[in-house]
């Protein structure tokens, strides 16, 4: 296939390339100049709700997000479109239990609050579990976009990765988190666009939107009521409510990105507003991305563009789609790309930004300190910050060079994000939600969960799961060398589908034996590691306060030395209540 990405998609991809670097420049000479830490790293806390709420939605809504949720539904139909139920349970546990705390303490950095509640060595865990985290991601972010647009535009990969690094790490250094915010309100609008155009081309080609449904529903597309009970199975409502729950609130609720977000309005009420606009914008792109899927399904109904060799994997299939249909209006397939482009700069700008003051904050400030005996003056943070921004944009650059050359880890990679997610979901759910955890106790838990969450998430064989039918009958034209892929690729699609759905034996010639433990659907893995780090963590926490080697600050039995500002608010509400009641005693 040659690529048909001609002038004028080149001209509208660097124009909006130009603009999300423009605005970096703008607000590195207006304002206040990004020359004080609290406007470098909180936009001077002057931002209102709607580029915050959606700088949320498009922090962790990546081109991986848009290519892998259109790609979910054209192999596996809607049911992960119920995930969005768990996006509306989980935003009022955000708003109205974690919020409160982390805005009372205004601190820059979320882990702060962690070495406040138990400990310096509980703060330093977490944020080194975070920065691996987000490093890792990042790269990824960048790597996989560029890998699938290569293959279908000839955009070099080296070229796409290159242009998105240093484009997000030269606006985000220089203008502070106010720039990150503004470019990712211009960058969500490019997001939908992408979305919307590849909706609108197949309705156009299918005669109305009525066909794509038709047919995704004859072809088994539209399927939204799986309730079972067993954990293997890859979607239920369970898993999607659950799993999606503990992967919103990771995200959402205690995440140094999102946290430093709506830190970055005026009040909390403000902020509160902002989580809950961010619930809308995140799923009206969330179904419209599954319903891309469902209108390239069409467009390939008859012939699937990877049983007849055009492409290596499915994820390309959103690009490829751009390049068969959108050729005839001119930069249209930019626009497509541009889109794709800005899901990737909105997610490494933001990481860039968040782990720039989480490096300031739990490293250079501590260290500092400790060599000098006094605290890094205000005036001497901004600089090293922007640097640290720098600093972690070429390594986001590098890491996604790194990824090409994994292969297979890439899967695992982003895995990683999910298991990384739950223990510290649970790690600061102790701290926030009882009066008992303490330091070693959480520490405990921490490690324990991340062992197990590791094991299920890397280890063992993992069964692939069983994609709907696909046909290659309308590829008759493309000639007999493309038909003999066809034939062998649809053998191997049979044999593969045969593998899967049949019981495993003992045969080690024939079949893969998969370990229910490792079957388990992918949603649970961040469940599983918040319930072990929870309930290790309370349990240790209460078995070393009886044995006397909890090693926190504060005296647990002793609620009147506790700081109530520590815990979400009807828990501190009673301790209060607790406090007023002992003091009336005297």
Not at 197 to 208: D, F, H, L, N, T
Request: charged share 10%.
């Amino acid at each position: 296939m040659e690529p048909t990405f001609d002038g004028w998609d080149f001209a509208v991809l660097i124009t909006i390339l130009a603009i999300s670097a423009m605005i970096g420049i703008y607000y590195r000479y207006t304002g206040g100049k990004q020359k004080t830490m609290k406007e470098y790293h909180l936009a001077d806390q002057s931002m209102t709700t709607f580029p915050v709420a959606v700088s949320l939605m498009a922090s962790f809504m990546s081109s991986i997000s848009l290519m892998g949720a259109s790609n979910e539904s054209y192999q596996f139909g809607t049911m992960f479109c119920v995930i969005n139920l768990s996006y509306i349970l989980s935003t009022p546990i955000a708003a109205y239990l974690f919020l409160p705390v982390f805005y009372r303490m205004r601190t820059m950095s979320v882990y702060e609050y962690l070495e406040r509640r138990f400990g310096h060595s509980t703060r330093l865990a977490a944020s080194m579990a975070y920065s691996v985290q987000m490093i890792v991601y990042m790269g990824i972010v960048l790597y996989a976009p560029a890998l699938a647009l290569e293959a279908v535009t000839g955009v070099s990969k080296v070229t796409a990765i290159l242009v998105i690094g240093l484009i997000c790490t030269f606006y985000s250094t220089i203008g502070g988190l106010k720039a990150v915010l503004i470019t990712d309100v211009f960058q969500s609008l490019l997001m939908f666009a992408a979305i919307y155009s590849v909706i609108v081309v197949s309705a156009i080609k299918a005669g109305g939107l009525a066909p794509i449904w038709q047919v995704a529903e004859e072809r088994s597309r539209l399927y939204f009521t799986d309730f079972s009970l067993d954990p293997t199975v890859r979607h239920t409502w369970w898993s999607l409510t659950i799993g999606g729950m503990v992967i919103y609130l990771s995200l959402y609720g205690v995440n140094q990105v999102q946290v430093q977000r709506l830190l970055s309005v005026r009040n909390l009420e403000s902020a509160q507003a902002a989580l809950w606009w961010t619930l809308p914008i995140l799923s009206t792109l969330s179904f419209s991305t599954l319903f891309s899927g469902l209108a390239i399904f069409h467009y390939y109904r008859n012939c699937d563009p990877l049983l007849e060799g055009r492409i290596e994997s499915r994820d390309q299939l959103m690009p490829l789609f751009a390049v068969d249909t959108m050729g005839q209006y001119p930069g249209l397939c930019g626009l497509f790309v541009s889109g794709i482009f800005s899901a990737s700069l909105s997610t490494v700008s933001s990481a860039v930004s968040s782990l720039s003051t989480v490096t300031l904050e739990d490293y250079i400030k501590p260290l500092y300190k400790c060599f000098t005996k006094k605290p890094l003056h205000e005036s001497k943070s901004t600089l090293p910050s922007k640097i640290m921004a720098c600093i972690y944009g070429v390594v986001c650059i590098g890491m996604a060079f790194t990824a090409s050359s994994m292969g297979g880890v890439l899967q695992a990679s982003l895995t990683i994000f999910g298991v990384i997610g739950g223990p510290l979901l649970a790690l600061f759910s102790l701290g926030l939600c009882t009066t008992r955890a303490n330091q070693r106790g959480v520490l405990l838990g921490l490690l324990i969960g991340f062992i197990f969450s590791f094991i299920i998430g890397f280890g063992g064989p993992k069964q692939p799961p069983t994609p709907l039918d696909f046909k290659a009958d309308g590829c008759t034209a493309a000639g007999n060398d493309n038909m003999t892929l066809v034939t062998a690729a649809l053998t191997q699609l049979q044999n593969m589908t045969f593998n899967m759905t049949t019981a495993p034996t003992t045969t080690a010639t024939t079949l893969i034996e998969y370990s229910w433990f490792y079957r388990l659907s992918y949603l649970w893995f961040s469940v599983i590691g918040f319930l072990i780090t929870l309930i290790v963590g309370y349990v240790s926490s209460l078995l070393l306060e009886t044995l006397k080697w909890a090693d926190n600050k504060q005296i647990y039995l002793d609620y009147q030395q506790i700081d109530v500002d520590l815990f979400i608010p009807p828990l501190a509400r009673r301790l209060r209540k607790h406090n007023v009641e002992e003091m009336t005693k005297f």
